[in-house]
């Protein structure tokens, strides 16, 4: 089994930042994205990075979140500016080999990590 460890979530408030970090111990390359989960919400895609170096974005998140990924490319970071309380969920990140049309597709993904809770409040 394929292990996605993630770290960084926290709670924070209105306007400041947080970085969350993930891990997928897997030898073959992966598109790897970042979806998240609010209370009483459906799981939502907020931002991918794919093999080819595509980034996606959810449009309310473009400006201010931005995801990268380590020389290795075993890990992915999600860089969270100016968050709102609109971004406070659980932050899950995602791993495949997904074909393009469905890279914000959930069920495209099938390496997931444990969630990351991100609480964003004054």
């Known amino acids: 089994q394929v292990r996605v460890e993630e770290s960084g979530g926290g709670s924070v408030r209105p306007g400041d930042s947080l970085r969350l970090s993930c891990t997928i111990f897997?030898?073959?390359?992966?598109?790897m994205a970042w979806f998240r989960e609010a209370p009483g919400k459906d799981r939502e895609f907020v931002a991918a990075?794919?093999?080819?170096?595509?980034?996606y974005y959810r449009d309310s998140v473009k400006g201010r979140f931005t995801v990268s990924r380590d020389s290795a490319k075993t890990t992915v970071y999600l860089q969270m500016n100016n968050l709102e309380p609109e971004g406070a969920a659980i932050y899950y990140c995602?791993?495949?080999?997904?074909?393009?049309?469905?890279?914000?597709?959930?069920?495209?993904?099938?390496?997931w990590g444990q969630g990351t809770r991100v609480t964003v409040s004054p």
């Open positions: 995602a791993g495949g080999v997904v074909i393009v049309s469905r890279t914000r597709d959930a069920s495209g993904y099938y390496y």
């Open positions: 897997e030898r073959t390359f992966q598109d």
């Open positions: 990075r794919r093999r080819d170096g595509h980034l």
